[in-house]
T-cell receptor, first 111, second 114 residues
Framework: GDSVTQMEGPVTLSEEAFLTINCTYT??????LFWYVQYPGEGLQLLLKATKADDKGSNKGFEATYRKETTSFHLEKGSVQVSDSAVYFC??????????FGAGTTVTVRA | GAVVSQHPSWVICKSGTSVKIECRSL??????MFWYRQFPKQSLMLMAT?????????EQGVEKDKFLINHASLTLSTLTVTSAHPEDSSFYICSAKEDNPTQYFGPGTRLTVL
């Protein structure tokens, strides 16, 4: 079945550092891909998405490009802030509209 | 827009009792709602999918008699954990969607069974 594999971390960075979280997927057909963020004690918030190959999703300085040739959707941010500390989930939407999540990556940004 | 709420946000109950969790789409009509379970420091696992006015579809390994789901209107779905036990303690998260694929998530409900 469809699945997502992401770098598990945890990842600890200093403010203004570059962040990248790897995500690869296995799917039949052409899924939509998402990054969600979860702050402590809260539910998930959609960070960005891409619905077809070569699409780039972006939001709040984060970017991810849908790469069909490498089946990847890596998340990047050029300069992180303390407020970016959270758990990040890569997700894939299958043709039956079910979301499959990666294991989540805990990111801690230190001042 | 696209706000989903859950109530309660945290509930503690005794073993053997039943607990109902509500999921509401506040500013849109949700044709489909999903219920997820998240254990500490783990990912979300889909429990069931519910469409308004029809029976929920449960994922493999999820007991439908244990986790009762009702989707009575386009803005409300409920999850009832029946005869709860400590192993049911978890973070339960719902999501809702309209006719397009994007799911909007609620803030989650933390269930602690003593």
């Amino acid at each position: 079945g469809d699945s997502v594999t992401q770098m598990e971390g945890p990842v600890t960075l200093s403010e203004e550092a570059f962040l990248t979280i790897n995500c690869t997927y296995t799917a039949t057909g052409y899924p939509s891909l998402f990054w969600y963020v979860q702050y402590p004690g809260e539910g998930l918030q959609l960070l960005l998405k891409a619905t077809k190959a070569d699409d780039k999703g972006s939001n709040k300085g984060f970017e991810a490009t849908y790469r069909k040739e490498t089946t990847s959707f890596h998340l990047e941010k050029g300069s992180v802030q303390v407020s970016d500390s959270a758990v990040y989930f890569c997700a894939l939407l299958s043709n039956d509209y079910k979301l499959s999540f990666g294991a989540g990556t805990t990111v801690t940004v230190r001042a | 827009g696209a706000v989903v709420s859950q109530h309660p946000s945290w509930v503690i109950c005794k073993s053997g009792t039943s607990v109902k969790i509500e999921c509401r789409s506040l500013d849109f009509q949700a044709t489909t709602m999903f219920w997820y379970r998240q254990f500490p420091k783990q990912s979300l696992m889909l429990m069931a999918t519910s469409n308004e006015g029809s029976k929920a579809t449960y994922e493999q390994g999820v007991e439908k008699d244990k986790f009762l789901i009702n989707h009575a209107s386009l803005t409300l779905s409920t999850l009832t954990v029946t005869s709860a036990h400590p192993e049911d303690s978890s973070f339960y998260i719902c999501s809702a969607k309209e006719d397009n694929p994007t799911q909007y998530f609620g803030p989650g409900t933390r269930l602690t069974v003593l």
